[in-house]
Structures are given as structure tokens and as C-alpha cells.
């Protein structure tokens, strides 16, 4: 009897443990349920892409041309106007380097100019684009070495700035094969160069050929090196205007621009949020911004995005800012 007492008070004493951490399990395991919920919803917000924003030089290029701003001022706007990155334009830095014809004192000046004003602001220099130095897309084989070697004074330039590219042009013929086939030396040959600088090459569908994003695609691919690659424009998809030019006159044939990010992202080492105008909710009227932020999105591309405001709507000012606004927005 004492024996089967003994046995039945364990057994309870034992069943009592049981049933009380039975009970006093579920409270934890609900603790521990909302904690896992909480994890995943940091983890999804540190797999969230992040953007900072950058300044196309473009945008000021009338404060510049036209009103007479020292184009050194650049660091200072931008800083002044919130933004994290710098992308220089040379051509508006050409009115003293041609008086030099672009000799290396020049350059070294526009450097160290450029470098004290973007430490001076704490912004980030992020590229530098290039016009007006030759076509590396040109039929003729000496004219795109030339071109190439044109560039390598930029290249030298971004590299002692601490970019990490120059945007170039790939203008040419509007037959695909001849220029697919020019454009794809001409970039070998400058990316070739600037591999050594760690600089990348990258291009934008800028007018003609080049606002073709599948045959923009396809040369990138051919060339197949790691710093190839494109900047891809929100407005830049003009393939012809009525006079021929690439940007005077009136469009008579567009690239669709959602198709063309979509075909341009996978290669694209910077964005270039491109604007004209803006309703009264803050919306830019050309193009659909929430579905170019998805696209990008997407892409899983996580680099600086700049605005760059082209419109005449309203002042250079008013309108870079209302890009940023919008994009803060979305992004």
C-alpha cells in the first residue's frame, strides 16, 4: 500500500509539471511568435532598397550658360538643396578648358577646384559627363580610336575626383548592324583604358541609336566587360526628329521609355530620374513616375538616383526641387 501511494503522489506530482508548463508554454510560445514576426518585419525593411539622391549638372545649365554662375558653385547648390552626390557635366566647364586647349594644368585645376568644393560640402563625387570629345561610335575606325583617346583625360579626371564613371555618347548611324558594331569598339577601347583607373564607362540612351534600348543592350553585351555599362535616362527616347538632328526638333518616332528602363536596368551603374513638368498634386505630367521607381525597384538596382530637370515651366530651382520632392515620395 505504501508502495502504491508513493507511486500514485509521483505520478501526480509528475502529471502537475506537465499540465503547468503545458499552460505555461503558451505565453512564450506566443512571445515568441510576435518576436519572430517582428524579425521578419526588420529583416524586410533592411532588404527594403535605399536610395540617396545626386544632382544632374544639367539642371543649372542656364543658371550657367545663360546667367553667368560660376559652375564651381555646383557643390554648394546641391548641398544647399539636400542632396548626398555630385554628376558633373563637362561641357560647361569648357569655356576655360578650351582657352587652355584642355592641357593637363587645366584639367588638374578643374580637379582640385571640383575636390575642395565637394569636401567643403561633404558630398559624394559620383560622375562626370562627357560631351563634345568625339564619336566612339563613328564608322571610321581612326575617328573612334581618336574619340577614345579623347576620353582618357575624363577618365583620369574622375578618377582623381574619386567617381566611379564618366557617361559618354554613342551617336552614329541608324543602321544597327554598323553602329552595334562601331559603338562595341569604340567602348572596348575607352573601357579597356579606364579598367586600369577603376572607372566605368557607361552610356546613355541620349538621342538617335542610342535612345534604341535593345540595341543599346546588345552592345553592352558584346563588349562584356564589368565596368560597361549604361545610365539610363527617364526621357531620353527620342530615335527621330523631324530635321534629323538628335535634340532640336520635334520627335516623330519614341522608344517606349517603361520598356526601355526595363531593358537598359540590368546594366545600369546610375539612374537618371529625367523631369519636365508638374501638376498641382506634385505629379511630373511627361512621364509615370511611380512606375519608373517600380521598375527600378525591380531591377534590384540600389545606386544614387539624380534629378535632373529639363522642363521651362518653371525656374531651375523650383523645378529641381519639385523632382525631389516627388521621388522622396516614392522612394
Known sequence: MKKKNVFQNGFLAVLAIVVTGFYSCKPNQKKETSANQESEEVMAEITEPTYQLSLAQWSINRMIREEGVDPYTFAEKASKWGFDGLEYVSQLYYPTLEKDNFSEEAMNTFVEKCKVESEKYGLENLLIMIDGQGDLAAED???????????????????????????????????????????????????????????????????????????????????GMDNCGTLPDFGN??????????????????????????????????????????????????????????????????????????????GEEDGILATKKLLEELL
Not at 573612334?144 to 574622375?158: G, I, L, M, S, T
Open 237 to 314: 527616347f527620342c530615335i527621330k526628329r523631324a530635321d534629323g538632328s538628335y535634340y532640336e526638333s520635334k520627335c516623330v518616332e519614341e522608344y517606349d521609355r517603361y520598356k526601355g528602363i526595363e531593358e537598359l536596368m540590368p546594366y545600369a551603374k546610375g539612374v537618371s530620374a529625367k523631369s519636365y513638368g508638374f501638376d498641382e498634386e506634385g505629379k511630373e505630367t511627361t512621364i509615370d513616375f511611380a512606375r519608373m521607381i517600380k521598375i527600378i525597384k525591380d531591377s534590384g538596382y540600389t545606386g544614387f538616383i539624380d534629378v535632373e530637370y529639363e522642363g521651362n515651366e518653371m
Open 141 to 223: 575606325e581612326n575617328e573612334r580610336k581618336e574619340a577614345a583617346e579623347n576620353h582618357h583625360k575624363w577618365v583620369d579626371a574622375a578618377a582623381a575626383l574619386g567617381c566611379h564613371s564618366i557617361r559618354v555618347n554613342l551617336s552614329g548611324t541608324m543602321d544597327p548592324s554598323l553602329w552595334v558594331e562601331a559603338s562595341v569598339d569604340g567602348l572596348t577601347q575607352l573601357c579597356t583604358y579606364a579598367k586600369d583607373k577603376n572607372i566605368n564607362v557607361i552610356v546613355e540612351n541620349h538621342g538617335g541609336p542610342s535612345s534604341n534600348a535593345e540595341w543599346l543592350s546588345s552592345v553592352i553585351e558584346k563588349v
